[in-house]
């Protein structure tokens, strides 16, 4: 069985300008190590001697950091996507106008559940 959609063949140019063109020298040569290496976490603790640094020192191992001078960020509840927006009938954040026209339809009981997620739970009239 052939699918409905007719297929078509799609011609493309042999060099494309917004391809980066690899030279025969920049290829990877097996058995030789890449250019760049990663080191995984683990790594990176034993290389470091981190009973040497003062206890107060922020590092991989302590997680105990200041509290941000940043504001936090804020996000959509529906979405998760980073908002400024804040619709004032329900309290809830939205991103876009899709999602500020979905929350406006959404019943009481869910909008009460979006806002006790982030801990923004109150009783709207």
Not at 10 to 27: A, C, D, H, W
Not at 31 to 44: D, F, N, R, S, V
Not at 47 to 55: G, K, L, T, V
Not at 77 to 104: C, E, H, M
Request: charged letters at 25%; aromatic letters at 10%.
């Amino acid at each position: 069985m052939e699918p409905d959609v007719a297929k078509a063949e799609m011609i493309l140019p042999n060099v494309l300008p917004f391809k980066r063109v690899q030279r025969t020298s920049e290829k990877h040569i097996k058995g030789q190590p890449k250019t760049k290496h990663w080191k995984h976490l683990k790594q990176i603790i034993q290389a470091e001697n981190f009973q040497d640094y003062p206890s107060d020192q922020s590092n991989y191992v302590n997680i105990e950091t200041p509290p941000s001078m940043y504001p936090p960020k804020k996000y959509c509840d529906i979405t998760g996507f980073q908002t400024t927006y804040i619709d004032p009938k329900t309290n809830l954040r939205f991103a876009n106008t899709d999602v500020f026209k979905q929350s406006r339809h959404l019943p009481e009981e869910m909008v009460q559940k979006y806002l006790s997620l982030r801990n923004a739970a109150v009783v709207l009239r």
